[in-house]
């Protein structure tokens, strides 16, 4: 069963923050976030396992609350090159037959 | 450089002519993947397959078929396309289980059945 993205959409002015939710009906391993662009290849952000760890990359961090079976990925100071379609994608464990799901994602539009 | 490479990258078929998108990796990664990307439904997984001659179904593998003769290669094959399969589909691999190890996505193949 897909994750649940919410919002669906959002759209900042530069410079502010976006907080986009994953939450899962199922226990969970792993949180997965990537970044798609129009056009592209979805490109990974960062994995989060399970143990309640809060991960940074630069002004993008993602926090991953294994109880409640959900995950929070932060954008803060926005940057037009934020722009794009986050997606998250769970995992149930690390088994190599153990697939990944992704969520329906959430599109990020950046206007100056 | 590390990558993982489609071909086609754009197809427009009809009904009925089987095809063959071909994947390839050059990560020596033991993990393969086949997703499609449809609007509003994010990306679904196909197949998969844990190393070579390992493959099994993911969420939406109906019409489809997969091979892993070598573990840089993992072709997806439509034997007889239809219109419901006109979507955008995207190879991944990675290192090991996709739980815990990044997927690395191809270019993409965007393909069209009239």
């Known amino acids: 069963q897909q994750p649940v993205q919410s919002p669906q959409a959002v759209i900042l002015r530069e410079g502010e923050d976006a907080v986009i939710n994953c939450s899962s009906s199922k226990a969970l391993y792993s949180v997965h976030w990537y970044r798609q662009k129009h056009g592209e290849a979805p490109v990974f952000l960062m994995i989060l396992l399970k143990g309640g760890e809060q991960k940074g990359h630069e002004k993008i961090s993602a926090s991953f609350n294994e109880k409640k079976q959900q995950s929070s990925l932060y954008l803060t100071a926005s940057q037009l090159s934020y722009s794009g379609t986050y997606f998250c994608g769970t995992s149930g464990s690390n088994f190599g037959n153990e697939k990944l799901t992704f969520g329906t994602g959430t599109r990020l539009t950046i206007i100056p | 450089e590390a990558q993982v490479t489609q071909n086609p990258r754009y197809l427009i078929t009809v009904t009925g002519k089987k095809l063959t998108v071909t994947c390839s990796q050059n990560m020596n990664h033991e993990y393969m993947s086949w997703y499609r990307q449809d609007p509003g439904l994010g990306l679904r997984q196909i197949y998969y397959s844990m190393n070579v001659e390992v493959t099994d179904k993911g969420d939406v593998p109906e019409g489809y078929k997969v091979s892993r003769k070598e573990k840089r290669n993992f072709p997806l094959i439509l034997e007889s396309p239809s219109p419901n399969q006109t979507s955008l589909y995207f190879c991944?691999?990675?290192?090991?289980?996709?739980?815990?190890?990044?997927?690395?996505f191809g270019p993409g193949t965007r393909l069209t059945v009239l």
């Open positions: 991944a691999s990675s290192l090991g289980d996709p739980g815990s190890n990044e997927q690395f």
